[in-house]
Every structure is written in C-alpha cells, then in structure tokens.
C-alpha cells in the first residue's frame, strides 16, 4: 500500500466522479505500490524510499492555457531585442534568436547547436506538443492518438533549458553593465513571463491523468 | 520488500503503467519498457569517467578571450570568479562557483556515490542515494548557466578594435562535461541499488 500524503486542497477535475485504484510500482526504488483511490484529493508516496509517487495535477485546460500565454509571449521575444549595449559611441542590440545563432560561424558548431536545441527549440516545441495533445484529447477522448505524442514530450522532458537561458541572460547583465551603457528592451519582460508561464504549465501538467480520467469515463 | 523484479512485472517509465515481464512494449504509450535500464551501469560508468577526464581541460584553458584595444587576457572559469569577488560582487561569484564547479563535482561525486551502492548493498544508504539522485536530476541542467552567459557576452561584445570577446577551449570541453553528466543522470537507474538487498544478512 501506498503512504498518503494529506492534501487538503480539493481538485476540482475529479469532482463528481467516481475514484479508482491503481498498480503501480516505484521508479526509485522498485517496490509494488497499490494506490488505494485516485480521485484528486490524494497524494500517493512510496513506503520504502519515500518518494512521491503520484501527485493529482491541475485540469487540463489551465495547462492548455499556461501553454498558449507562454507560446504567445515568445513571438514578441523572438522579435524585440534583448538588450542593447553602447561602447565609445557603438550600440549593438540583440533578440534572443541571435545570442544562439552567433556561434555558427566561429568554429563552435557543436555549442551552438546545443544552445539553439536546447535553450529554444525543444521548449517552444514541448509547448506546442501539450496544446495539441491536450486539445486533442479533451476533444475527442482518445489516447490512440495522444500516446505517440506524449511519448516524444517524455522522450524530451530533460533537455529543456529554457529557465537557465533566462537566469542566464540576467547574470550576462551584471557582467556587461562594467562594460559601457547598458539598457533592457521589452523583449527580455516578455521572455520572462513567456518562461513564468512555460514553468507553470510543466509544472500543472500530470501526464498520468490522462489514463486516470479514461479509466473514469469507461 | 515487495520488488517488481519478485513479482515479475515492468514498469513503464513514460507513463507509470505496469506490465508483465513479457512484454516489450507498453500498450498504452508504445515505449520500448525494461525491467531496468539497458546497460545502465555500463553506460553510466562511462558517462562518469569521461565528464571526470574532460573537467581537466574544461577548468585549466580559458573560456573566454577578451580582447581590447590591442591587449590580450584569457579568462578561465576560476579567473571569472575571482573577478567577481574583487569587484565585491559576491553573491554572483556564489552562483558562478555553485554552477560551474560545485554542481559538477557534486553530480559526478553522486553518480559515484550511486555506482559503488550497486555493488555494495545497503538499504539504509540506497534510500540516501536516492534522496541525492533527486536533488541531482533537479540541478544538473544549472551547469549549463556558464555557457549561456559566456555565449551571450561573446554575441554582444563584438566592437572590433575597442573589445571583442571570443570563445575559447574550456567551453567545448565544459558543455561536454554537462551533457555526459545529464546523460549519466539518465541513463542511471536507482532501482539497482536496492536489487537483491535481501541477498545481504543484515540490512
């Protein structure tokens, strides 16, 4: 059995609907867990290592629309400059597309690649993949459809580096005000709350749910 | 401890649905499922040692070369701190010094930590790696803090004869260092320490 962590919040998304119980085992460390009823109320936590096995996410069209607001932001982001930095006269400004390009051409290829995949590509993608995903399944139900989706997004959960790329821009900052005059421009507002909203999305999205709200309706 | 290794059973990671030990793949998500990761000691071992050989490089060349009006400095990971520090910005430097050494040597040391608890059993210490693996999934991609930074000032600081920064070797060899660490996160499977734990008397 499954040790139940108290949460008093109630989810609004298992309202109404009748539980159900789930095997399962722990990722950490490998013992058989059964979850007693999952019906958005639960936290389920494993008995042997203590790790958090199953935590009720929030309702899918809130993920939806975290995903849409940060997908929106980015295109402002992609299109206003950054920063702009003026040296004895000289102002160079710079959008955010253009700090992961600059590398090709300089004879490292292989960062550039790497911060341009990671920092921008896969994050604007997984977003892009939840919307589609989600939209789809709460349409028309079914998972036939949804499943190769949801594997590719799994497949690229851990190369997202978008968050860094932001506090990364942040510390860039400190090290060039010594340099010359320095001034923000939108675009680095609108990258923030792009990632503020990408953050909350990821982290209001339980893909396990999915399963849980079929096993419900059938 | 009831395991599914006992009970013969698969777990799939993707979508946490569990299968018999037959099956190959999951018929709710379609990955390809294991009882444990393919080769995961083997691969993390490697991944281990080359990110340990290429920590070598990655703090000893410099990271950036800073040109201006003429005159030449290159600028290591540990000479960016240092200058940070005398500035008397502090608390920068910390997070500089936490992403670029302290995390790296913290992931490799847990990964360590992690391989040598597959060999040698103990409950008591599995529970602990685990607790540690977490923590490393969760700050490993951090590392990569630097290499943003240091992209961004050389896409900004290009004013010819005035200043211009370019990169230097310690940056391929740290965004290497990163990766094979995430690579070994992944490819790192925690269930193995606690495999054949009843094996041992006392634990």
């Known amino acids: 059995m499954a040790e139940i962590l108290n949460n008093p919040k109630k989810r609004q998304f298992f309202e109404r609907r009748k539980a159900v119980q789930r095997n399962t085992s722990c990722q950490y460390c490998g013992t058989l867990i059964t979850m007693q009823s999952i019906d ?33 932001l980015i295109i402002p982001t992609m299109l206003l400059p950054m920063y702009s930095l003026v040296i004895f006269g000289d102002k160079r400004e710079l959008t955010l597309i253009e ?12 960062i550039a690649f790497i911060v341009l995949i990671t920092g921008i590509i896969l994050p604007i993608l997984s977003q892009l993949l939840l919307i589609i995903m989600l939209t789809d399944f709460i349409w028309f139900h079914k998972i036939e459809r949804v499943a190769p989706l949801y594997l590719f ?35 680095v507002v609108t990258f923030t709350l792009s990632v503020l909203c990408y953050y909350i999305a990821t982290v ?15 | 401890m009831n395991s599914d290794i006992k009970a013969n059973k698969t777990l799939c990671l993707h979508c946490n649905h569990l299968h018999n030990e037959s099956e190959e793949q999951c018929h709710f998500c379609g990955a390809q499922i294991s009882q444990r990761k393919p080769f995961s000691i083997t691969l993390t071992w490697g991944y281990t040692i080359i990110s340990i050989l290429f920590m070598i490089p990655a703090n000893l060349l410099p990271i950036m070369k800073i040109t201006s009006m003429g005159k030449i400095k290159y600028s290591t990971i540990y000479s960016g701190i ?33 391989l040598i608890l597959t060999k040698i059993k103990s409950k008591k210490h599995a529970i602990i790696g685990v607790k540690l693996y977490k923590i490393i999934h969760l700050i490993g991609k951090w590392s990569m803090l630097d290499i943003f930074v240091v992209g961004i000032m050389i896409s900004l600081v290009q004013y010819d004869f005035f200043i211009s920064i370019s990169a230097g070797g310690a940056l391929f060899a740290f965004s290497l260092v990163v990766l094979l660490t995430i690579l070994a996160t ?12 009843e094996d041992k008397e006392d634990y």
């Open chain 1, 99 to 110: 700090m992961g390009l600059y590398f090709f051409g300089n004879g490292f290829d292989f």
């Open chain 1, 204 to 218: 209001w999205f339980n893909p396990q749910d999915i399963w849980h709200s079929r096993e419900l309706r059938e």
């Open chain 2, 82 to 114: 240092v200058d940070f520090a005398n500035e008397g910005s502090y608390g920068i430097a910390a997070i500089i010094f936490t992403a670029s050494i302290f995390v790296p040597i913290f992931k490799i040391s847990v990964l360590l930590y992690m």
């Open chain 1, 40 to 72: 958005g109320e639960h936290q389920y936590a494993c008995p042997e290592c203590h790790s958090t096995i199953y935590r009720p996410g929030q309702r899918f069209r809130y993920v939806i629309a975290m995903a849409l607001a940060s997908l929106l």
């Open chain 2, 186 to 197: 992944q490819s790192m499977d925690p269930r193995l320490m606690f495999d054949h734990l």
């Open chain 1, 153 to 187: 997004y799994s497949s690229i959960k851990e190369w997202k580096l978008i968050e860094v790329y932001l506090i990364s821009v942040f510390i860039a900052v400190l090290k060039l005000e010594s340099m010359g005059i320095f001034t923000f421009d939108f675009g």
